[in-house]
């Protein structure tokens, strides 16, 4: 928004005064989820944070790797952030305030860690800058409070996975078979509309089907198994359907992290 004083503002100056007008620039505040941090010169870092009314958002915070700021400026942190610049399409500066440590409280558990690593690798990867995604973004909060409260989280991150590909365009049909039309026995998904297949209506094209674990249709028991399952069908689409419209960019590395400590904990290692 502009900030309006006594004076006239003009949102298109860079900061001169003249002829009854002055520059004030453009600043918001409000509250986020911290997606990345890199270095930016000796002692300034450049974030990124997502929020409900302006999705994913960079910013520069000078001291951000200064002793004081550094242990509060890690991935999935809650923070109230003040963004400023000239001009919108700036990169402008972000004062923080910290709000919650969710790092902190993942920190000695392997795949809780590696659970907030994928979602903050995902949103990075698949979100625009300054793009509005409130739904997923309340939808996300809830998943960060899970990874330190309950072991059952992986069930919650993969139906999380399949809410992103919704807010893609690339979302699940799962209510019916596509051939069929029933609704009963679904075990499968097309690996090209991404919508059910009964065992029914698979016939003998079933083993070139992606698996439907009953999970994602909100029935029967969770194995690790069927976590895995789900994570190698969102996965299909995110790499096959969504990717190519990034350029065919690999999906990040820590989504697969995760994948590979599911599968160890399944074998006990």
């Known amino acids: 928004m502009y900030r309006e004083g006594a004076v006239k503002v003009d949102p298109l100056c860079a900061g001169v005064r003249g002829e009854g007008f002055l520059c004030l620039g453009m600043d918001w505040r409000d509250e986020g989820v911290l997606i990345s941090v890199r270095r930016h010169g000796e002692n300034s870092a450049i974030l990124e944070v997502f929020t409900a009314d302006r999705g994913l958002h960079a910013g520069v915070v000078r001291g951000g790797t200064s002793r004081k700021l550094a242990p509060h400026l890690q991935p999935g942190n809650q923070l109230d952030v003040t963004w400023r610049a000239r001009l919108e399409d700036h990169l402008g500066s972000f004062t923080v305030e910290p709000i919650r440590s969710r790092a902190a409280g993942v920190m000695n558990d392997r795949l809780g860690l590696a659970g907030l690593n994928a979602i903050c690798a995902l949103i990075g990867f698949a979100f625009a800058e300054r793009e ?18 309950t072991e059952a989280w992986p069930l919650a991150y993969l139906r999380w996975e399949a809410a992103l590909l919704d807010e893609l365009g690339f979302g699940l049909s799962l209510a019916k078979c596509v051939v069929t039309g029933s609704r009963d026995d679904l075990i499968y998904v097309s690996p090209k509309t991404g919508r059910a297949v009964s065992r029914a209506g698979a016939g003998e094209w079933a083993d070139r089907l992606l698996p439907l674990p009953q999970c994602l249709l909100g029935q029967g028991a969770v194995s690790d198994d069927e976590i895995r399952d789900g994570l190698r069908t969102t996965g299909h689409f995110l790499a096959h359907h969504f990717a190519p419209s990034l350029g065919n960019r690999p999906l990040p590395a820590a989504r697969q992290r995760l994948i590979d400590l599911l599968d160890r904990r399944d074998q006990g290692t």
């Not at 309340?138 to 330190?148: P, Q, V, Y």
């Open 132 to 149: 509005k995604h409130p739904g997923l973004y309340d939808r996300t909060i809830t998943l960060f409070d899970l990874l330190a409260a």
